[in-house]
């Protein structure tokens, strides 16, 4: 990260319209399970390290991987690549 921050603004050339288009989304549904939610571990987004809220929108690249699509759409305008799996994620 620091040498990325030495050169300071990186970006992909990733548009807003093309990460629409590439990026499958969906609506959070929580799994249903019998252990209380208190007891189960909750999905953390691994971009912004928070939870997934029921109805939130789930952005998935094509390596499977998903994300809150907010915190996806930012950092595929910075990088092209999965944060987990470093797979492109959007080929031109």
């Known amino acids: 990260m620091a040498l990325e921050e030495s050169f300071g603004n990186v970006s992909t050339e990733l548009t807003e ?7 499958t989304r969906r609506k959070f549904q929580p799994p249903m399970s019998v252990v209380s939610s208190e007891e189960s571990e909750k999905e953390l987004c691994c971009i912004c390290r928070d939870e997934y809220d029921e109805g939130l929108d789930i952005g998935r690249l094509v390596c499977g991987h998903e994300y809150h699509f907010c915190c996806i759409k930012q950092w595929l305008f910075h990088k092209n690549d999965c944060p987990i799996c470093k797979r492109t994620a959007i080929k031109l």
């Open 17 to 23: 319209t093309i990460i629409s288009l590439h990026v």
